[in-house]
T-cell receptor, first 114, second 114 residues
């Protein structure tokens, strides 16, 4: 069975500082990995995804994530935080088991300080 | 391209009442998902449809929850009778098909049970 762990339910960074949101997964087969962002009172928006190929994945709004199989991690980073990045971020894992069922982490709320 | 539509956006009911949520997926998307997102947690899959057939409803509390997707397009999720612990955001998502790993989410319906 697959699972996702997001370390840190709340993360605060200063505007312009590095953003690092952590995600570790558990899967017995090659996973597909996703990061979604959720702004208040809105649905989930896909930031980026890893399926196969290049392990460094670039997404929207300057975010990127690196798939590290040896560490079973898929951490999300952004070099310079912007006030508009304040939101909740969810990591999700899915595998090809005939249907791509998502397992989500519990989320990390990012606060950006002026 | 229109996104996933959901209604109502907010609903407040008393326990033991019934409630229904509606979802219209992206045109042409064969697979439809309903998720429950309790405050402070990641979304949890309740039910997955492929066209108008159920693919996975293993986490749907069938004694009180029901869902249907007539004609393979729109879907409704019903709770009857509601309990306090059903307070959550109910998210609808769609994808092109079962073998498509990317899901698109609607804005959600926030249910408060008092």
């Amino acid at each position: 069975a697959q699972s996702v762990t997001q370390l840190g339910s709340h993360v605060s960074v200063s505007e312009g500082a590095l953003v690092l949101l952590r995600c570790n997964y558990s899967s017995s087969v090659p996973p597909y990995l996703f990061w979604y962002v959720q702004y208040p009172n809105q649905g989930l928006q896909l930031l980026l995804k890893y399926t196969t190929g290049a392990t460094l994945v670039k997404g929207i709004n300057g975010f990127e994530a690196e798939f590290k199989k040896s560490e079973t991690s898929f951490h999300l980073t952004k070099p310079s935080a912007h006030m508009s990045d304040a939101a909740e971020y969810f990591c999700a894992v899915s595998v090809d088991s005939g249907t791509y069922k998502y397992i989500f982490g519990t989320g990390t709320r990012l606060k950006v300080l002026a | 391209e229109a996104g996933v539509a959901q209604s109502p956006r907010y609903k407040i009911i008393e326990k033991r009442q019934s409630v229904a949520f509606w979802c219209n997926p992206i045109s042409g998307h064969a697979t439809l998902y309903w998720y429950q997102q309790i405050l402070g947690q990641g979304p949890k899959l309740l039910i997955q449809f492929q066209n108008n057939g159920v693919v996975d409803d293993s986490q749907l509390p069938k004694d009180r929850f029901s869902a249907e997707r007539l004609k393979g397009v729109d879907s409704t999720l019903k709770i009857q009778p509601a309990k306090l612990e059903d307070s959550a955001v109910y998210l609808c998502a769609s994808s092109l098909g079962q073998l498509s790993y990317e899901q698109y989410f609607g804005p959600g319906t926030r249910l408060t049970v008092t």
